[in-house]
């Protein structure tokens, strides 16, 4: 069956800035496929009227089955976003703790707290497998769609440590890689009407800051939310971004500036 309406494709969809993004597609008329471990995906789904699948977006199967569900109810994948869980909680998966955001210096290491010239292998091959081969997994699964609809666009989330990094992330060397990652895919794609482009997301409402904290580190004075990056997704997925490719926007109150 084909769609008359736009079909968003959206991985780490249960929560978060995941779950965001799919409520703000479906209220701007998108049908959505949704992917997440926990099931909540497809509990969300099932509010939206959309599709919902459990699992991983470090399983090959799991993300084709996620876009060949969507192509078999709707016939069309017009949008993605590359969506992937937090730096700490794949630490404390592998039983890694990460120290809390400290105020002087967003870091509270030491106490036998992991950092950049401790973690072992492992947790940067989770880290890579996670956050960056995820993209790659899925474009080529929606690329070849794109390709013939002659048109498509995607969104990676990252996060805006890749421009300043922090040693309280020290898996940030991995999120740097989508961002080259999305200009050349950009570069090679624009032709056949494909966009790409990444949100990097700043300090957002699921931190425990104090109100000094968050003026001290944000020129906006607060903590972002889920809605706002999903807004500035849904922005760069719409017409309104026709002419954006291989972009990355920093959403994240001023904390990250440049030129």
């Given at each position: 069956?084909?769609?008359?309406?736009?079909?968003?494709?959206?991985?780490?969809?249960?929560?978060?800035?995941?779950?965001?993004?799919?409520?703000?597609?479906?209220?701007?008329?998108?049908?959505?496929?949704?992917?997440?471990?926990?099931?909540?995906?497809?509990?969300?789904?099932?509010?939206?009227?959309?599709?919902?699948?459990?699992?991983?977006?470090?399983?090959d199967?799991?993300?084709?089955?996620?876009?060949?569900?969507?192509?078999?109810?709707?016939?069309r994948?017009?949008?993605?976003?590359?969506?992937?869980?937090?730096?700490?909680?794949?630490?404390?998966?592998?039983?890694?703790?990460?120290?809390?955001?400290?105020?002087?210096?967003?870091?509270?290491?030491?106490?036998?707290k992991?950092?950049?010239?401790t973690?072992?292998?492992?947790?940067?091959?989770?880290?890579?497998?996670?956050?960056?081969?995820?993209?790659?997994?899925?474009?080529?699964?929606?690329?070849?769609?794109m390709?013939?609809?002659?048109?498509?666009?995607i969104?990676?989330?990252?996060?805006?440590?890749?421009?300043?990094?922090?040693?309280?992330?020290?898996?940030?060397?991995?999120?740097?890689a989508?961002?080259?990652?999305?200009?050349?895919?950009?570069?090679?794609?624009?032709?056949?009407?494909?966009?790409?482009?990444?949100?990097?997301?700043?300090?957002?409402?699921?931190?425990?800051?104090?109100?000094?904290?968050?003026?001290?580190?944000?020129?906006?004075?607060r903590?972002?939310?889920?809605?706002?990056?999903?807004?500035?997704?849904a922005?760069?997925?719409?017409?309104?971004?026709?002419?954006?490719?291989?972009?990355?926007?920093?959403?994240?109150?001023?904390?990250?500036?440049?030129?």
């Amino acid at each position: 069956m084909n769609s008359s309406s736009p079909v968003a494709v959206i991985t780490a969809a249960g929560r978060g800035i995941g779950a965001a993004c799919a409520r703000e597609l479906s209220s701007r008329g998108y049908d959505v496929a949704l992917l997440s471990p926990s099931g909540s995906a497809e509990r969300l789904a099932g509010e939206l009227g959309g599709i919902g699948i459990t699992g991983s977006v470090t399983s090959d199967a799991d993300l084709t089955l996620l876009v060949n569900t969507a192509l078999d109810k709707w016939g069309r994948i017009d949008a993605v976003v590359n969506n992937t869980g937090l730096m700490g909680t794949l630490m404390a998966s592998r039983g890694h703790a990460i120290g809390p955001l400290g105020r002087a210096e967003l870091s509270a290491y030491g106490n036998g707290k992991e950092t950049i010239d401790t973690l072992p292998d492992e947790l940067w091959h989770d880290a890579l497998d996670l956050f960056f081969l995820n993209i790659v997994r899925m474009c080529r699964l929606v690329t070849p769609v794109m390709m013939q609809q002659r048109h498509g666009a995607i969104v990676n989330i990252t996060s805006n440590d890749v421009f300043e990094p922090k040693i309280a992330f020290p898996l940030t060397p991995i999120r740097a890689a989508t961002h080259a990652y999305t200009k050349m895919y950009a570069d090679k794609y624009a032709r056949y009407g494909i966009r790409i482009n990444t949100v990097a997301p700043g300090l957002l409402e699921n931190l425990s800051l104090t109100p000094e904290d968050t003026r001290d580190l944000i020129p906006m004075s607060r903590l972002g939310s889920f809605g706002d990056i999903a807004q500035a997704v849904a922005f760069l997925l719409s017409e309104n971004a026709a002419y954006v490719t291989g972009h990355v926007l920093r959403v994240d109150g001023g904390m990250n500036r440049g030129i």
